[in-house]
């Protein structure tokens, strides 16, 4: 396992982290129980990955709760990043719809001494605004609350998490000239690239990591999801429609010659193609168990692609259609 600098804040982070909201939510084709998800992350663990990446609202607190029981008496040996925002003690989550956001100093209080409690710890590496909107990007007030946690110790630094769909340009770059951001995470794989290349470039010159989820295109990039895939309505993947699969596919297939002229599987050229990007510090696949994370693990080796490969893949992107990307209203 190699590992890099989370931007400016100093803190070593694996390349490859532990996305912790499959081990609390049955989103993504399985339901995880819970002696499975504590040796999930104890395998991660031990194949060198020390960055644990999770919410409050994954589970309601469930996810935390666990890394917090795995990793008790192991605080100093692990990183862990938490996400506040969705007021989910007061409003029910119906399917995968957005719940109320708050940010605002005394909710941001609250939500801090909750995942404290869950996480068992007295202080978090990195905390994070769980999808923002520009507003609250520009909101001043919201980064004084995190700057006087830091002051305090109670955490280190702090990023920004976009979404939920892929998109929010602008967020991301107006949250990167914030003095204590330190990370940027957004979607980002081989097959959707925009915002990403943007706001990897952007990152590089003010000094922020980039985190990336969905590495995997959905499943696209694993060989998990194919044109017979029927996916089912309370699985996360059920936003990407049939027509997607299928042009995704396709794309896949123009990708394949240089995978295998560089003996890899599709799997292993989309996280090494992520890995070769310099702004990104950790890319966070999707695991459902320990066989996978041992997998993704092994694909941070320091092996990454040449600047002729890169080049090529930035020729077969740049051919095909643009999609849509989601983003706050702008506004004055």
């Not at 609390?24 to 504590?38: N, P, Q, T, V, Y």
């Not at 409050?56 to 029981?69: P, T």
């Not at 936003?239 to 560089?262: D, Y």
Request: negative net charge; aromatic residues 8%; proline residues 3%.
């Amino acid at each position: 396992m190699k590992y890099k600098t989370l931007g400016k804040s100093g803190i070593k982070v694996s390349e490859v982290g532990f996305g912790a909201w499959t081990i609390a939510l049955d989103w993504w084709g399985k339901k995880i129980e819970d002696d499975e998800a504590k040796s999930m992350l104890k395998k991660a663990y031990d194949v060198g990955i020390n960055f644990f990446e999770t919410s409050d609202m994954y589970g309601k607190g469930k996810s935390e709760k666990l890394i917090g029981e795995v990793f008790k008496g192991m605080r100093d040996d692990v990183v862990i990043s938490t996400k506040y925002g969705y007021d989910f003690e007061s409003a029910a989550q119906i399917g995968h719809n957005e719940l109320p956001q708050k940010f605002d100093p005394v909710f941001t209080e609250h939500a801090l001494k909750k995942s404290l409690e869950r996480l068992q710890t007295d202080y978090i590496d990195v905390y994070g605004l769980h999808n923002p909107k520009i507003h609250h990007i520009k909101d001043n007030t919201i980064f004084q609350t995190l700057d006087k946690e830091i002051d305090q110790g109670i955490i280190k630094t702090y990023q920004v998490a976009l979404g939920p769909a892929i998109g929010w340009t602008w967020e991301g770059l107006e949250a990167m000239n914030r003095k204590n951001i330190s990370a940027v995470q957004t979607v980002y794989n081989i097959l959707e690239q925009t915002p990403g290349n943007e706001l990897i470039e952007n990152a590089e010159k003010k000094n922020v990591a980039i985190l990336v989820r969905v590495p995997d295109a959905s499943g696209i990039l694993t060989g998990k999801v194919n044109a017979d895939t029927k996916i089912d309505e309370k699985d996360h993947r059920s936003v990407r429609k049939g027509e997607w699969i299928k042009e995704s596919l396709k794309k896949v297939e123009q990708l394949r010659p240089i995978a295998e002229r560089n003996g890899l599987s599709i799997t292993e050229l989309a996280i090494k193609f992520i890995l070769s990007k310099n702004a990104v510090s950790s890319v966070l696949p999707t695991v459902i168990n320990t066989e996978e994370i041992e997998m993704f693990a092994a694909m941070s080796d320091g092996k990454y692609l040449s600047s002729q490969d890169l080049r090529e893949i930035t020729d077969i992107y740049s051919g095909w259609p643009q999609y849509e990307l989601k983003a706050s209203i702008q506004t004055s």
